[in-house]
């Protein structure tokens, strides 16, 4: 199979998608520009503030990117290539774009609040709670889990000194962006220009001057850094960091690009494999593995966290909402094609030889199979190694970005979670200051404890958030009178999907411990993701029946 065909089609795809599906589901729900957003209506400089909609484009893209798109296709490729590109591209259309989108619509009309709020408002208070608490308890893996990423792809070779001293420069460059365009009104188009040309410096900095410091010295850096970032006003940080770092994932993606035109090479994995492989079955396993590329929970905090109290114009949601998923779809199409061609060229022997590895990570393949498309071109090694080392940064600086506004998300749903006391007071644990400083130290102790033992848990955990966002979105424009039928699907096809990997999680630990012949390390490990699978699975129940008797029943939202 030709990857440029590939590559080429999915784009025209997803194009095709935005404008027909995605408008449709703008005009079903009713977007209108004349309503004032909450970015507007509680302005605070703090949280709530309104942004141009490139600026906030960059901001929702490089939040919900991370290495997720890269990771899950290249992990679920040993199925064949074609249930991944199908699962990626309907995937994409019909759920997680569609998520991604309803979820910054219900929580703009919500005044910015968390889609805890939501479901409060159209299911019930005990939901509510419920949702906020597992919400919370999958930031705090996110946090404690990409904490770690970041401090790894700071340490060990100069490779990874240089991704260190280009994110340090580009924090710094950030706030200096941000003062220049939000305090001194510097037009956005110069700046940018500006911005992106510093951004560059700041990668050959990286190259020229590494830093090697030791792990455990990037794990407090990090913790402390993502402290401060979740209670800096947004423009200050937040919102100029992740715009500009887009463009170093636009460059990525237009690289890999021009890099598969110009070496065109052949995907050689097997098309299918089967239903099963090695004892692995393909549902539910694809549809959890390759979780950003296709839908993601996760990407619903985001847009009902962070995105949705900066939106500038409601109508403006279709673009960062429906528009980022698709582009995050083609990212997803590019890590398909890189592990689909490393035998076609040479890149599994780049990887070994040239960067000396033995156990490559999925974010490596990547890196390795992009580069090794320019090598096939005939560009030096020096320029090779230049392009693998920028394309590990812009995965490096994703993981960051995802890490701090999870941060800041898991402070919004504390805050939320305890906005009073039983008095009607406001409660100290509101505090943004309490709330931020609780949330980063469990994710700071659950990183340091080991967040492996319950990591294998994260994708169906992560992909059963979608399960109460879809709930939400439904069942508020049921509220409103507005048409909900295309989120039947998803809610049911979700809910098997991410119930029947936590049972088949279940069964096999059962099974492991049943057996007695794991040692003490793997035993305990599998007792403890026993232990948390159950409550989980009958928080989902409990969502899912009670949303369901609102959305498909006569119920109204319990007081």
Known sequence: MSAILLIVLSIIIFVVAYLTYGRWLA??????????????????????????????????FSSIAGAGPINGPIQAAFFGWIPCFLWIVIGGIFFGAV??????????????KSLGEVIE???????????????????????????????????GSAANGSVATASILFIVLAIGFGYFVYRKNAPMGVATVVGVILLAVCVVI??????????????????VYIMIASVTPVWILLQPRDYLSSFLLYFMMAAAVVGIIGANPVIETPAFVGFSVNGTYMFPTLFITIACGAISGFHS????????????????????????????????????????TLSADGTQAFVQNAMGLDKISPTVIFGAAISGFFAKMGFSTNAVAATNTIICLAVSCFCLTSLDTATRLGRFMFQEL?????????????????????TAFCGFVLCLAGY?????????????VAVPAFLAIGTYLKKIGKDNKMLFIPIIFMSIACLSSLFLTFKTNLTNIMGGALDATTMFTDVLQCVII??????????IIDGGKVLWGNKEAAK
Not at 28 to 48: F, M
Not at 534 to 543: D, E, H, K, R, S
């Open 121 to 155: 408002d159209t299911i019930g208070r005990k939901c509510r709670v419920l949702f906020t608490v597992f919400a919370w308890l999958v930031l705090l893996l996110v946090i404690a889990a990409f904490g770690d990423i970041v401090a790894n792809s700071f340490t």
């Open 27 to 60: 005009k079903k729900w009713g977007i209108d520009p004349s309503i004032k957003t909450p970015a507007h209506e509680l302005e605070d400089g703090v949280d709530y503030c309104p942004a141009k909609t490139p600026v906030l484009m960059g901001h929702h």
């Open 99 to 112: 998520q991604d989108f309803g979820s910054i619509f219900v929580s703009i009309r919500h005044k910015g």
């Open 206 to 223: 990286g190259l020229i001057c590494p830093i090697q410091l030791p792990k455990a010295f990037w794990i407090g850096f990090v913790f």
């Open 452 to 464: 492996e033992k319950v990591w294998p848990l994260f994708g169906a955990c992560n992909q059963l």
């Open 534 to 543: 159950v409550p989980v699975v009958i928080l989902a129940i409990i969502l």
């Open 418 to 438: 305890f906005a009073t006391n039983k008095k009607g007071e406001k409660n100290i644990l509101n505090n943004m200051y309490v709330a931020t400083l609780i």
């Open 301 to 340: 905090l985001i847009g009902s966290g962070t995105t949705s109290k900066q939106l500038d114009n409601e109508k403006d949601a279709l673009a960062i909402g429906y528009g980022s998923m698709l582009i995050e779809c083609v990212l997803a199409v590019i890590s398909l094609i890189a592990i689909g």
